[in-house]
């Protein structure tokens, strides 16, 4: 299925990178030997594929990281416990404490802890060599947490407020009266409602999507200009390979925000759910 | 081309989840969410607990000495007044004593020197009186010796007065 799609757009013996490029088939299988199944009109690979086993490396690698950087529990910490206090505690504080308050956050500690650290790792993978694949341009991966978070946040709103409070909460601005309200309940609903998850689970998944298509195509385009051009394209080749590097650079700081972005932007959604007004 | 392209594009629509992935991202989120959930966040906030605790009771130790010192010192700064004060009040006392000692002496030689002046007065007196007394006697008597003498030699002869005279005078001279 991928070699059709990527074959779908030739141009001059180069074949550009393609959405193709992220449908892995399952490891020990070759695009053609693969098995699949159909789901919502797509043609998927049956199987174990690369993001699943990055998915599994990244709790093995983020458990193990912060497992023995905790275990002393040193009163002075040594440095791998000062680099897992002060990564916990930027999560801690910086996105539960400070944004959630001091009163409640701490319940959400090992949610935001966990969904951080995993965002976080699973991008990463995206420029670890021999690995070099962003879990979450995978959108089902980016969707599943996004869904989490929708549920978490709705819940933990509805656990306070009621159902019937909770709407009122969310989607009745305070200090609006009268006709006004017709027009923005609705509104309110929609934003807080629907769009929040789909806004979570697509930001993450558009730039790692993006990002990583950006690398294989100067990856791809530098090679080709190099190897298979004559004159002085080749020059553009190494261009290319330059691009490759500076927009790695680029995905290192994307990859971090994204991380970020997702769980602040949670923190706030649980906020806002247990806030008194609104 | 360009409906290949459409068809290609519909085909591999990247927006489109795959189902087994949706589920394994939970799946592998939860197992790590309930790790830290289990172990690294406890661990931490007991770290965490523990360190503030031992800052804070640092702290309170700290004030206590801080505190307890502060005490010493006053205590320390109020005895070196006390002795300062003391050893003044001792000196003045000293000078005064001094002063009234070397008065007192003063007056004590005055009254000696007094008495003795009396004294050596008194004596001489008393010797003169008696030296008056004695040669009042003496003189008599010498007075009768020589006037014995005068008689019992002959006193016609001038040159034996003289004779006489000059002897007893000898005489007396010896005695003495």
Redesign the interface.
């Known amino acids: ?2 070699a ?2 990527m074959s ?2 030739p141009t001059e013996g180069f074949t550009p990178p ?3 490029d ?2 892995l088939p399952p490891v020990g299988y070759t695009s053609e030997t693969a098995p699949t199944f159909e ?6 690979y ?1 199987g174990v ?1 690369k ?2 086993l990055q ?2 490396l ?2 093995v690698v ?2 193990a990281f ?2 023995y950087a ?2 002393k ?3 002075v ?1 040594g440095k791998l ?1 000062f680099v ?2 002060s990564a ?2 930027f999560v ?1 504080n910086g996105l539960g404490r400070d944004i959630i308050g001091s009163h409640d956050f701490m319940r959400f ?3 935001l ?3 951080f ?2 965002i976080l790792v699973n991008n990463y993978f995206g420029l670890i060599p021999g690995l070099q694949f962003p879990t979450f ?5 980016a ?3 996004a869904a ?1 978070s929708w549920v978490v946040y709705n819940a933990v709103g509805i656990r306070k407020h009621g159902f019937a409070g909770y709407f009122k909460l969310q989607t009745v601005p305070g200090g609006v009266k009268g006709p006004v309200l017709a027009l923005l309940v609705p509104l309110e609903f929609f934003s807080n409602i629907l769009v929040r998850p789909v806004t979570l689970a697509l930001r993450l ?1 558009a730039n790692m ?1 993006a990002g990583h298509m950006l690398l294989i195509l100067f990856a791809l385009g530098g090679e080709y200009l190099l190897l298979h051009t004559s004159g002085f394209t080749p020059v553009a080749g190494v261009l290319s390979f330059v691009m490759f590097m500076m927009v790695c650079v680029l995905e290192m700081l994307v990859m971090a925000l994204q991380a970020y972005v997702f769980v602040l932007l949670t923190s706030m959604y649980i906020s806002g759910a247990l806030a008194d007004e609104h | 081309m360009q409906n ?2 459409i ?20 799946v ?2 939860a ?3 309930l ?3 289990k ?3 406890p ?2 906030e ?3 607990s ?2 503030t605790a ?1 800052i804070e009771g640092g702290l309170a130790a700290a004030e206590t000495k801080q505190a307890e010192a502060d005490a010493k010192l006053a205590e320390l700064e109020k005895q070196l007044a006390d002795a300062r004060h003391e050893a003044a009040r001792i000196r003045e006392e000293a000078r005064e004593q001094g002063a009234a000692i070397v008065a007192e002496m003063r007056e004590q030689a005055q009254a000696e020197a007094t008495r003795i002046v009396e004294h050596g007065k008194t004596q001489i007196e008393a010797e003169r009186q008696q030296a008056v007394t004695s040669l009042r006697a003496e003189v008599g008597t010498l007075a009768t010796g020589l006037a014995g003498r005068i008689v019992g030699e002959s006193l016609d002869d001038e040159e034996r007065q003289r004779r006489v005279v000059d002897r007893f005078l000898a005489e007396l001279e010896g005695a003495s």
């Not at chain 1, 789901?39 to 998927?44: P, V």
């Not at chain 1, 341009?137 to 991966?141: D, I, K, L, N, W």
């Open positions: 299925m991928s059709l799609a779908a757009i393609g959405p193709g992220f449908n789901f919502l009109g797509q043609t998927m049956l594929t993001p699943m998915l599994a990244s709790v983020i458990f912060f497992y905790s275990r529990r040193a009163m910490p416990q897992g206090e916990y505690g801690r500690v090992p949610y802890v966990a969904l650290f995993f341009s995978r959108a089902g991966m969707y599943a947490l989490l998944f999507f | 290949e392209s068809r290609a594009a519909g085909e591999l629509n990247p927006l489109i989840p795959h189902p087994v992935e949706m589920v394994l991202a939970l592998f989120f197992i790590l969410f790790l830290v959930k172990f690294i966040v661990a931490f007991q770290a965490y523990e360190r031992a």
